[in-house]
C-alpha cells in the first residue's frame, strides 16, 4: 500500500533532549517535506527536500534539522528541544521534484509535547 | 509576501445545508490551487485540486471549489453537507514552499 510513514505517533520528552522523529515513503516520491500543525496557524513548512542531499528550509526551521541520506525516508531532529515545539508534526511527500500540482501524501502525525 | 486567507475558523451547519468556505491567496507565480481535509484523528488528504482549465473543479465526496482570478480566490462549495463532512478543511497554494492557510473547522450537526 503506498503511503507515508511516520514513527513515532506520541512523544513525550523533556527540554534539552535530542530526538528523531522517521519518516518513511514507498512510493519512490522525490519531494518531502514536514510541517508542524498550531491552532489557528494551520501548517507551516518546516523544511523540505526536492532529491537525495538536497534540503532547504521552509518558513519555520529554527530549531530543527533533517538529512535526505535516501531517496525514501526523511527523519526531522530537534537537537535540544523547547516547550514551544509541542505541536502536532506532518511528514509529506509527492512525486515531482518542484512539488507544485503534485499533490501531497502526508503521514498520520506526530503528537509531540516538550515538557 | 506569499499567503493564503481563509475566512471562517470554525462553521457549524446542520445537514442539508450548503456549504461555502472562502480562501483568498497571494501568491507571485504560476497558481496552483488545492484544497485538503483533516478528519478528526487523521491526516490530511485532498480534496480537489487546480493548475489549469475549467476553473471550476470537482472533488471527492461532492465537493466542488471555483477559481476566481480576478478576486484572487479559490472557495469550497458543497450543497448538501452531511454529518460525516464535520472536519477541518485547508485551503493551500501550491509550489516548492507550499503554503497553507489557518484551517476551517466545519462541524455538521445531525
Known amino acids: 500500500e503506498a503511503q507515508v510513514t511516520q514513527n513515532p505517533r506520541y512523544l513525550i520528552t523533556v527540554t534539552g533532549k535530542k530526538l528523531t522523529v522517521t519518516c518513511s515513503q514507498n512510493?519512490?516520491?522525490?519531494?518531502m517535506s514536514w510541517y508542524r500543525q498550531d491552532p489557528g496557524l494551520g501548517l507551516r513548512q518546516i523544511y523540505y527536500?526536492?532529491?537525495?542531499?538536497?534540503?532547504d528550509k521552509g518558513d519555520v526551521p529554527e530549531g530543527y534539522k533533517v538529512s535526505r541520506k535516501e531517496k525514501r525516508n526523511f527523519p526531522l531532529i530537534l537537537e535540544s528541544p523547547s516547550p514551544n515545539q509541542t505541536s502536532l508534526y506532518f511528514c509529506?511527500?509527492?512525486?515531482?521534484?518542484?512539488?507544485?500540482?503534485?499533490?501531497?501524501?502526508f503521514g498520520s502525525g506526530t503528537q509531540l509535547s516538550v515538557l | 509576501a506569499q499567503s493564503v486567507s481563509q475566512h471562517n475558523h470554525h462553521v457549524i451547519l446542520s445537514e442539508a445545508a450548503s456549504l461555502e468556505l472562502g480562501c483568498n491567496y497571494s501568491?507571485?507565480?504560476?497558481?496552483?490551487l488545492f484544497w485538503y481535509v483533516q478528519y478528526p484523528g487523521q491526516h490530511l488528504q485532498l480534496l480537489l485540486k487546480?493548475?489549469?482549465?475549467?476553473?471550476l473543479v470537482k472533488g471527492i465526496k461532492g465537493f466542488e471549489a471555483e477559481f476566481i482570478k480576478s478576486k484572487f480566490s479559490f472557495n469550497l462549495r458543497k450543497p448538501s453537507v452531511q454529518w460525516s463532512d464535520t472536519a477541518e478543511y485547508f485551503c493551500?497554494?501550491?509550489?516548492?514552499?507550499?503554503?497553507f492557510g489557518a484551517g476551517t473547522r466545519l462541524f455538521v450537526k445531525a
Open positions: 501568491y507571485g507565480g504560476t497558481v496552483n
Open positions: 512510493m519512490n516520491h522525490e519531494y
Open positions: 493551500a497554494v501550491g509550489g516548492f514552499k507550499t503554503i
Open positions: 509529506a511527500s509527492s512525486l515531482s521534484r518542484g512539488a507544485t500540482n503534485e499533490k501531497l501524501f
Open positions: 487546480y493548475f489549469s482549465g475549467d476553473p
Open positions: 527536500s526536492m532529491n537525495v542531499e538536497v534540503t
